[in-house]
Nanobody, 114 residues
């Protein structure tokens, strides 16, 4: 069964940076696209970024374009999300997930606050 463990969250000031990492297991990682979602307080969970098996980026949400970068390492079974120039509205719980499945990790909290 697929399993995802997110790490790297925390509290950062506006304009700061964080790098999230997701360790995947339980399936052949290199055969599947991967994605990052986020859920802000009181809001629906939304897609942030997605990446294909080859490393080609498939999608960025408009709100993060130019600030976030998704990447993957098929040798380590990890997918990362580099977040730069963070804004208060980026505060959310971030999740990684296979786009074709319905298994979620526990998520990781990112708080942007002055």
């Amino acid at each position: 069964q697929a399993r995802f463990v997110e790490s790297g969250g925390g509290v950062v000031q506006p304009g700061g940076s964080l790098r999230l990492s997701c360790a995947a297991s339980g399936f052949t990682f290199s055969n599947y696209a991967m994605s990052w979602y986020r859920q802000a307080p009181g809001k629906e969970r939304r897609l942030v970024a997605a990446i294909l098996t080859t490393g080609q980026v498939a999608h960025y949400a408009e709100s993060v374009k130019g600030r976030f970068t998704i990447s993957r390492d098929n040798t380590k079974n990890t997918v990362d999300l580099q977040m730069n120039n963070l804004k208060i509205e980026d505060t959310a719980v971030y999740y990684c997930k296979r786009p074709d499945g319905n298994i979620w990790g526990q998520g990781i909290q990112v708080t942007v606050s002055s």
